[in-house]
C-alpha cells in the first residue's frame, strides 16, 4: 500500500515536471521569437528603403543622339511611388567606371524626367545607365539601379577597331544556406559567365584531390545549376568544365567546415507547402528559423534537433508574393544558414492595354493609340506611364521591363541575364531557373547583426526632402584641417538670386538645402568667422557616390550591327539634328518663387528713375535716406538706424548683398563700385533669420543682368560654374495637319516618333495619345512602362508599321 502510493506520488511528480519544462520552453520559445521579431520590425521603422527605375527611350544608340528618361523612385516598404526623395541621381559610366554624362533630376511625388545629349566626341562602346537618390547612397550600391547602353560614335576611327577582347570565363560556386559543412549533404549552385556576363553551357566534374570524379553536372539556364555532393573532412575539391569551344577552366569550392549547419528547400510547385530541412553537426539543440521579405516577419519557429535534423512545413500562403528570405539562427541567435524563396506575383501587375487606330500608316500620317490601364482583374487604374515609340534597327536592344525589375532584378544581387524568362513563363524548367538563379544571386538589404543588436542605423546621406542639398567642406587654409562651427554661405547669383546659410560640423562638413536651382549656374561660396574670415576655405563637394557595384559592362566587339545601318542611323540623325537643332534644344521654364529669399522689401529703389551720380557714395547719400554712409580714413562703412520698442535710435549695420553675394566689409567695396552698373536697390529692416546667419536688416544690390557685372569677388571665396538640378528639355515632334504641312520639303527623319515621361490616366485607366510618323518607313516598337496609385506596375510593348 505504501509502495503503491509512493509510486502515484512519482508519477505525478514525473508529469508535473514534465509539464512544467513543456510550459517553461514553449515559452522560451514564444519569448524568442518576439524578440526577433520586435527588433526586426523597431529596425525597419527606423530605416527607409528606395527603389529606382528608369525607362528609356531605347538602348542603343548614336554619338548626337539625345538619350531620354523617365525615372520612377518607390518606397520599397509600401511598393508605392516614394513622396520623400525630391532629387534623383543619373549617371552614364564608361567601363572604367568614369562617368561621360550626369545628371541631377528633381522628382515631384516619386516621379521626374530628363535626358543627355550624347557629344560627338565619345568614344564608342558599351556603358552603364546607373540611378540613385542621395538617401541610396547610404547602402550598398548593389541598390541603385543599372542598365547597359551601348553607345556608337560613326565619326571616330575606332568604330572598326573596338576593343579586342579576348573571351574569360568566371565561375561562382554557391552552397545553399551559404556554408559546406563536412560529412552533411549539401545542394551546391553554380554559375558559369564568359566576359560580356552571360552565361555558357558547358561540361563540368567535380574531383578530390586524388582527382577522383565524383560528380558530373552541366548547366540549366543561362549557365546556372546545381548539384549535391558530401564533403570530407580533410579533402579539397575543385571543379573543371570544358566549354563547347573546347576550353578547359578550372575552379575551386568554397572550404567547408567542420561544425555548422545545412539548410536544404525541397518545393513541389503543385503542393500547398514547402519542406525546409536543417542539419547541423553542432552541439545545438534547437535553432530559430525566421521567413522575412525585407519588409516584416511573415513566418517564425524555433525548431528542436533530433540527432542534428530538424524539418518543418512552411505554408506557402503565409508568405508574401516577391522573394522571400529564409535565415536559420544558432542558439545564440546568431545567423547562420540562409537561402531564398520566389514566390510568383498575383494579381499585382498593372495591365496596360493600348491599340493603334490602324495596323499600317504611311509617312507624315497621324497615329492614334487608346491606352487603358487596369489591375488584373480589368478594374481601372489611375497611373502614371511613359511611352517611347522608336524604329527598329540592327543595333543592340537590351530588355528592360518595370514589371520584372521590381518583382526580381532590384530584390537580387549582380547582373540578371533576360529576367524576363522567369516571369513570363510558367512550367517546371522555370520553376527550377529560378531556383538555381535565387542559390547564385542571393543577398539581403541588411545585416542580421545591426537588427539583433538594436543598433540605431547611422546615416551619412540625409533625404532630399526639399531640394538639391549642396554639401560642402570647411578648410582652414593655413592648416588644411576641417574648421568646425564656421559660417558659411552659398549664393546664386542671378536676378532672381539664391543665398544659403549653413554652419560648418566638428568635420568641416555643410550641407546646404537649396530649393528651385536650376541649370548650369554660377555659384559662390564663403565662410563668414568674425576674427579670421580669410583664413578658411569653403570647397564644394561633388554630390555624385563614389561607390560602385560589382555590375559588369559587356566588353564591346567591332562591327556590333552592319555598317550600312550605321551609316543610315548616323545620316538620320545628323539630318535630324541640322533641320530640328533649335528645337531639340528647347527647354521647359522651371515654376519659381519670383521673389527673393527675403521676400517683399521694405522699399525698392530703382537707380534709372533718378538722376546718375558717378559714385555710389553720392547715390545712396542723395537718394537713400535708410543708409548711412560713413568714410573712416578711405574706408566706407554702411549702417542704417531704427529705433527699438521702447522709441530709442539704434544703429545697425545691414548685410550688404550684391546679385545675392554677401560682402562681409560693411559696405566699402560696393561704395567704390560703379553707380552705372548698379539697376535697382532693395531694402529690409527687420532682423532676418536664414539657417544660422542673422543679420540686422538687408541691402540688396541687383545688376541688370544679375551677373556681378565687373564686381571683383574676395580671392578667399571659392567661385564656380555648378550644374543644378536639370532644366526640362521638351522633346519636339512635328504635326501634320494641313496640306502646307504635308508637302513640306524640310525632310524629317526621326527615328524616335514620340516619347513623353507624363502619360496619366486618370480614374477610367484611359487616356488618348496621338503623334505623326516620320519620313522614314520600317519597323516601330511602342513600348508603354508605369506605375498605378497603388504600386502595381506594368509595360506593354508592340509595334507599327510604316510604309511609303
Not at 552541366?218 to 576550353?247: L, V
Not at 555659384?523 to 563637394?541: C, E, H, W
Not at 538620320?572 to 521673389?595: I, R
Not at 539697376?679 to 529690409?684: A, G, P
Request: with cysteine; net charge neutral.
Amino acid at each position: 500500500m505504501l509502495k503503491l502510493i509512493y509510486s502515484n506520488n512519482s508519477s505525478k511528480a514525473l508529469f508535473f515536471f514534465n509539464l512544467l519544462f513543456v510550459s517553461l520552453s514553449v515559452a522560451g520559445q514564444s519569448e524568442r521569437i518576439e524578440n526577433v521579431s520586435k527588433k526586426f520590425s523597431s529596425y525597419n521603422e527606423q530605416t527607409l528603403q528606395e527603389k529606382i527605375f528608369i525607362h528609356t527611350d531605347r538602348s542603343s544608340y548614336v554619338a548626337g543622339e539625345i538619350i531620354w528618361f523617365k525615372v520612377y523612385c518607390t518606397d520599397t516598404k509600401t511598393s508605392l511611388l516614394s513622396s520623400t526623395s525630391k532629387v534623383a541621381y543619373v549617371e552614364v559610366l564608361d567601363k572604367d567606371q568614369q562617368p561621360v554624362l550626369q545628371g541631377k533630376i528633381a522628382l515631384k511625388d516619386g516621379t521626374g524626367s530628363g535626358s543627355f545629349a550624347i557629344p560627338v566626341s565619345i568614344h564608342s562602346g558599351n556603358f552603364l545607365l546607373r540611378s540613385y537618390t542621395n538617401w541610396m547612397k547610404n547602402f550598398d550600391p548593389e541598390y541603385y539601379f543599372h542598365q547597359n547602353l551601348t553607345i556608337i560614335n560613326t565619326v571616330r576611327a575606332e568604330v572598326a577597331t573596338s576593343e579586342k577582347a579576348t573571351t574569360t570565363y568566371d565561375i561562382q560556386f554557391f552552397p545553399e544556406g551559404g556554408n559546406l559543412v563536412n560529412g552533411l549533404k549539401s545542394k551546391v549552385a553554380f554559375r558559369v559567365t564568359d566576359n560580356s556576363g552571360k552565361g555558357i553551357d558547358f561540361n563540368g566534374a567535380l574531383v578530390d584531390e586524388s582527382n577522383d570524379t565524383l560528380v558530373r553536372f552541366r548547366p540549366g539556364k543561362f549557365g546556372i545549376g546545381n548539384f549535391s555532393f558530401t564533403p570530407q573532412k580533410g579533402k579539397q575539391y575543385k571543379a573543371s568544365i570544358t566549354t563547347k569551344n573546347g576550353n578547359a577552366v578550372a575552379g575551386n569550392l568554397p572550404i567547408s567546415l567542420n561544425n555548422g549547419f545545412v539548410i536544404n528547400l525541397a518545393d513541389a510547385t503543385a503542393e500547398a507547402s514547402m519542406k525546409v530541412n536543417i542539419r547541423t553537426t553542432t552541439s545545438d539543440r534547437s535553432a530559430l528559423l525566421v521567413v522575412n521579405n525585407n519588409k516584416k516577419i511573415t513566418t517564425s519557429h524555433v525548431l528542436n534537433f533530433e540527432n542534428g535534423n530538424a524539418e518543418l512545413q512552411i505554408d506557402k500562403s503565409s508568405l508574401e508574393d516577391g522573394i522571400s528570405t529564409i535565415t536559420v539562427f544558432n542558439e545564440n541567435n546568431q545567423p547562420v544558414a540562409e537561402r531564398l524563396y520566389f514566390k510568383k506575383p498575383l494579381q499585382q501587375k498593372l495591365v496596360i492595354g493600348s491599340n493603334a487606330d490602324h495596323a499600317q500608316y504611311g509617312t507624315r500620317k497621324k497615329v492614334t493609340l487608346n491606352v487603358v490601364a487596369e489591375d488584373e482583374a480589368a478594374s481601372p487604374q489611375s497611373s502614371d506611364l511613359s511611352m517611347a515609340v522608336y524604329l527598329l534597327d540592327s543595333l543592340p536592344l537590351y530588355n528592360h521591363d518595370i514589371y520584372n525589375y521590381f518583382w526580381l532584378s532590384s530584390e537580387l544581387k549582380g547582373v540578371i541575364e533576360s529576367p524576363s524568362y522567369y516571369l513570363d513563363n510558367t512550367n517546371s524548367q522555370v520553376n527550377e531557373a529560378i531556383d538555381n538563379l535565387l542559390l547564385t544571386h542571393g543577398w539581403r538589404r541588411f545585416k542580421w547583426e545591426d537588427v539583433l543588436e538594436s543598433k540605431k542605423p547611422a546615416f551619412k546621406f540625409l533625404p532630399e526632402y526639399e531640394g538639391h542639398l549642396v554639401s560642402g567642406r570647411m578648410i582652414n587654409k593655413l592648416t588644411e584641417k576641417p574648421g568646425a562651427n564656421i559660417l558659411g554661405f552659398l549664393s546664386v547669383p542671378g536676378p532672381l538670386f539664391h543665398l544659403y546659410a549653413a554652419k560648418s560640423a566638428s568635420d568641416g562638413s555643410l550641407l546646404f538645402n537649396t530649393r528651385d536651382v536650376y541649370g548650369s549656374r554660377l555659384i559662390v561660396a564663403q565662410s563668414k568667422n568674425p576674427d579670421t574670415t580669410s583664413a578658411f576655405r569653403l570647397d564644394i563637394l561633388s554630390p555624385f557616390s563614389e561607390s560602385y557595384s560589382t555590375y559588369k559592362i559587356p566588353s564591346f566587339t567591332a562591327f556590333q550591327t552592319v555598317p550600312p545601318t550605321l551609316l543610315k542611323r548616323s545620316i538620320n540623325m545628323q539630318v535630324h539634328n541640322v533641320y530640328s537643332g533649335e528645337k531639340l534644344n528647347s527647354f521647359q521654364a522651371p515654376k519659381t518663387d519670383t521673389l527673393n529669399f527675403y521676400g517683399k522689401p521694405l522699399v525698392k529703389y530703382m537707380l534709372d528713375d533718378y538722376v546718375r551720380f558717378p559714385t555710389m557714395e553720392e547715390v545712396l547719400r542723395e537718394y537713400v535716406r535708410e543708409i548711412n554712409v560713413r568714410n573712416r580714413k578711405g574706408n566706407f562703412f554702411l549702417t542704417n538706424m531704427t529705433k527699438d520698442i521702447n522709441g530709442l535710435a539704434i544703429i545697425k549695420e545691414p548685410v550688404i548683398l550684391l546679385d545675392g553675394v554677401p560682402q562681409f566689409d560693411n559696405g566699402n567695396k560696393i561704395t567704390h563700385y560703379d553707380p552705372l552698373k548698379v539697376q535697382k536697390l532693395e531694402m529690409t529692416e527687420e532682423r532676418y533669420f536664414l539657417g544660422p546667419a542673422v543679420f540686422d536688416g538687408i541691402a540688396s544690390f541687383s545688376t541688370y543682368n544679375g551677373d556681378l557685372e565687373g564686381f571683383r569677388l574676395d580671392t578667399a571665396n571659392t567661385v564656380m560654374d555648378y550644374d543644378a538640378l536639370q532644366m526640362k528639355r521638351e522633346f519636339y515632334s512635328p504635326v501634320y495637319q494641313t496640306p502646307q504641312e504635308l508637302s513640306s520639303r524640310m525632310p524629317d527623319f526621326r527615328t524616335l516618333l514620340y516619347w513623353s515621361p507624363d502619360i496619366k490616366t486618370d480614374n477610367t485607366g484611359k487616356r488618348e495619345i496621338t503623334f505623326y510618323t516620320s519620313d522614314l518607313a520600317g519597323k516601330y516598337a511602342v513600348v508603354l512602362q508605369g506605375i498605378s496609385k497603388q504600386g502595381k506596375v506594368g509595360s506593354k510593348v508592340f509595334t507599327i508599321d510604316v510604309t511609303k
